[in-house]
């Protein structure tokens, strides 16, 4: 995703790189000279990345997935100290996917049975996805039932970049919601909407959904 970033930037004519963090690197002192971090790192370097933002008071467009649950509580916490956008899919079309299944799944309501299925390629390692979980949780939310009961499907397949389906079934008919990515790209582009649309904001939490709106 790194690489994907910095030709998104080398591409835009808004857009300055100011540097790429790698282990050993001093990211305090890159910190120190951006207007914004972009982070796709691993849940490992999140911690260290956060503290750097929060350090330099710079806003954070965090898309690493796999968050542990005290890591999104220290991410809640910054967002009191800087503007942070955090989404486990920075993808545009994902953000309209989720605004769909959950008008679908209050539209339907009990009736109808949620099952998520998502393909992945076969370096991932979590699974479902983060991208699953978000769509169960909207699900979740708009029903007021607990996420544990949606089922979920998992497959990894050579190098697909990420294909979710959202189906909702009835004794009579079903509805299928799908997003397909063709390339990584997408991410790295949602990502770059989403630092500039963040930069200059005031601190608080933001999804992709705000910067859409």
Not at 97 to 111: K, S
Not at 112 to 137: M, W, Y
């Amino acid at each position: 995703m790194g690489q994907a970033i910095a030709d998104g930037i080398a591409a835009a004519d808004d857009l300055a790189l100011a540097g790429i963090w790698k282990r050993g690197d001093d990211l305090l002192e890159l910190a120190r000279s951006a207007d914004v971090i972009v982070d796709f790192s691993l849940p490992e370097a999140t911690e260290t990345v956060l503290q750097a933002a929060l350090e330099h008071r710079v806003p954070l467009v965090c898309g690493v997935s796999g968050l542990s649950g005290e890591q999104l509580r220290s991410l809640d916490e910054a967002s009191r100290t800087i503007a942070i956008v955090y989404d486990r899919n920075m993808s545009l079309g994902i953000a309209v996917l989720e605004n769909l299944v959950r008008e679908a799944a209050r539209v339907l309501g009990d009736d109808f049975a949620v099952r998520i299925h998502e393909t992945h390629h076969v370096h991932k390692v979590d699974a479902p996805s983060g991208t699953a979980l978000k769509l169960g949780e909207a699900v979740a939310e708009v029903r007021g039932t607990d996420p544990a009961n949606i089922e979920y499907e998992s497959e990894r397949r050579g190098e697909v970049p990420g294909d979710h389906e959202v189906m909702l079934a009835s004794p009579t008919e079903s509805l299928t919601l799908r997003h397909s990515v063709t390339t990584r790209q997408v991410f790295a582009d949602g990502a770059l909407r989403a630092a500039r649309w963040v930069a200059g904001k005031s601190p608080g939490m933001f999804t992709m959904h705000d910067v859409l709106e």
